[in-house]
């Protein structure tokens, strides 16, 4: 009896294609080319660039970088620091566990594109490239021989097979790619903490540095470095790495993270950064409580600025002002309790009659309630309503808090550092955040939040499995509004006032939905630090940027639609959204192998 045995192998998958530099250099010659672009380009920015001070940032000082070359400076050093590891120099190694080239090349495109920004600047506003000075021009050829080395480099995977022959776009795109670093060796405790701690130092200077820029010309250039780095360092590997130490020893992430934040009104000497700081906490802590309801259940909540505006007025009513129409005045504990209770029953009471909808039927209810509660704030005004919220004009006038004597509102002298206004209530919606932030892990690793995430993939299959469904979704429902005003009872505070017009679906202003919601998304929905991060970026840009409002949702739809195409999954993403939106190789179906000599088989059954 002759055996037949199936041998044929699916390669379609298997990544095997030799790959060429995206310009033909010899590789020793390309690395060498780097590293002296890099090297130029980082001695110019010890020259001056202009001749006038017209130009803000001190470019005119030979032997002081300042400005957009310090930007400069710190790109061309990590340009040159990733490619002189690849040389095996001993002690730089470990830079790059994953990819070897392309953080080089990532890198080398962040100082182009920085060096390139401040020359077309520089020449935009003063005249003409008349007023570039030499050492402008020793950091621009210095990056562009940078970018062409870098491109002449081996790339760290091969191409795909399905596509061995790409074009220059594609090889582009190849070049950017890199591997999944190796798992690390096992260190001592104490090393892996002092790494996490590190970690997260530099992470808060990073901040504290783009939050602090002064005008926008160097903050336009910080988030270009700032980008190509921060994917450069996630190519290199090292992001993977210290998330696997976080994932290690969690606790101790959560508790440098929140050092560090505490830190982080202390790093700043102007009140107004310190402000955007609190409003950022807010923005985040709300957008959190929002990924309770579309990242842990999938509801789609377009209305949820609604719940930050029931706490904000809950509490401006009982704050104390003259102008509120109720005239009374809650302790800070009360006021928060009052505000946090307000927002569950509304919750509750929009929740158990529209949760019975799914998808865009929910979507649009819930956008309705949004607009229903601005509408009705308008109308409590004595004339269309009873007068209760005071309509358009809001309740203003809103006191400062005083905890236990501490009164928020007045500086106060810590460590021999003022601490102002605006960081007293940055560190008390930090508490805020971090209160929020362990109701969210907890929630999520609880039984209720397994069954959340069974109803967001399949509500049908969760309730075949016995899942309320109903009851589970009003239970996000009531949890998020919570939340939302819990950060609205601070609110009231920080801004002194509440107007209707602050809790809009969209505008140029946030926070309101649909800023919530793209923070959400942005950020990576169903994880703890994505919509932390994704909140930051939607607060801090345009805060920065205010000479580009006009524009702000023009740009806003861009910057979705990009990501979108190129992250589906938000820029933190938990496993099982990268599974879901990236090909892994594997099948979702298993090969049907022939069984083993001697293995008993089960019989297909008739139809």
């Known amino acids: 009896m002759t055996k037949t045995t199936d041998t044929t192998v699916d390669t379609t998958k298997v990544s095997t294609a030799p790959a060429t530099p995206v310009v033909p250099l010899p590789s020793a010659a390309a690395r060498a080319l780097t590293v002296a672009g890099s090297a130029v380009a980082l001695a110019g920015t010890f020259l001056a660039w202009t001749w006038t001070e017209e130009f803000p940032g001190k470019l005119t000082i030979t032997g002081y970088p300042g400005g957009l070359q310090v930007l400069t400076l710190v790109g061309a050093l990590l340009t040159l620091l990733f490619a002189v590891s690849g040389y095996g120099v001993k002690g730089l190694r470990w830079l790059t566990p994953g990819g070897t080239n392309s953080p080089v090349v990532l890198s080398a495109l962040g100082v182009l594109g920085t060096t390139g920004y401040a020359l077309g600047a520089i020449s935009y506003e003063l005249g003409g490239l008349v007023n570039l000075e030499p050492g402008a021009w020793i950091s621009g050829v210095g990056a562009l021989v940078a970018v062409i080395g870098a491109l002449g480099l081996p790339v760290d995977q091969p191409y795909d097979a399905s ?116 409003n950022i906490l807010i923005f985040a802590t709300v957008a959190l409580g929002l990924n309770v309801v579309v990242g842990l259940a999938g509801l789609l909540d377009l209305g949820y600025v609604a719940f930050l505006g029931v706490g904000a007025y809950a509490a401006a009513l009982v704050s104390g002002s003259p102008q509120s129409t109720i005239g009374v005045h809650f302790p800070f504990w009360a006021a928060v309790l009052t505000g946090a209770l ?93 209160v929020v932030v362990l109701v969210f892990r907890r929630s999520a690793e609880s039984r209720i939040g397994r069954a959340w995430v069974a109803i967001r993939e399949d509500e049908t299959a969760a309730t075949a499995m016995g899942i ?56 990576g929905m169903g994880t703890i630090s994505g919509p932390l991060i994704g909140a930051a970026l939607l607060y801090l840009i345009p805060a920065k940027l205010q000479f580009m409002a006009e524009y702000q949702l023009l740009l806003f739809g861009i910057a979705l639609m990009l990501l979108m195409r190129f992250r589906p999954e938000g820029l933190v993403a938990d496993r099982r959204k990268q599974l879901e939106f990236h090909e892994t190789g594997q099948l979702d179906v298993p090969d049907d192998k022939p069984l083993p000599d001697g293995a008993t088989g089960v019989a297909k059954a008739g139809a």
Request: hydrophobic fraction near 50%; charge should be neutral.
């Open 468 to 523: 309320n469904g109903f009851r589970l979704k009003l239970l996000a429902f009531a949890l998020g509004a919570c939340l939302a005003g819990l950060a609205g009872t601070v609110q009231a505070h920080v801004s002194y006032s509440v107007t209707p017009e602050q809790y809009q679906f969209a505008g140029s202003v946030p926070p309101n939905s649909a800023f919530l919601l793209a923070a959400v998304i942005l950020g």
């Open 342 to 434: 307000a927002s569950l029953v509304f919750g509750v009471v929009i929740g158990a009659p529209t949760l019975r909808l799914r998808g865009d039927y929910l979507a649009i209810v819930t956008l309705g309630f949004g607009e229903i509660f601005r509408i009705t704030m308008n109308n409590l005004n004595g004339n269309s309503g009873p007068d209760v919220t005071n309509g358009s004009n809001g309740i203003p006038n809103i006191p400062d808090l005083e905890i236990f004597g501490f009164n928020l509102g007045l500086p106060h002298n810590v460590l021999g550092h003022e601490l102002t206004r605006s960081g007293n209530y940055y560190l008390l919606m930090l508490v805020f955040t971090a």
């Open 163 to 278: 596509d061995p022959n790409p074009g220059l776009w594609g090889r582009i795109r190849h070049a950017l790619t890199a591997p999944e670093p190796p798992r690390a060796k096992e260190l001592p405790s104490w090393a892996e903490i002092l790494i996490i701690a590190a970690g997260f130092g530099v992470g808060l200077y990073v901040f504290a540095y783009g939050i602090g820029t002064e005008y926008s010309e160097l903050f336009i250039g910080f988030l270009i470095v700032a980008g190509f780095g921060f994917t450069a360092v996630t190519r290199a590997g090292l992001l993977k790495r210290l998330s696997a130490l976080t994932a290690k020893h969690r606790n101790v992430a959560l508790a440098a993270a929140f050092v560090a934040a505490i830190c982080f009104p202390f790093t700043q000497t102007n009140d107004q950064f310190a402000l955007i700081g609190a």
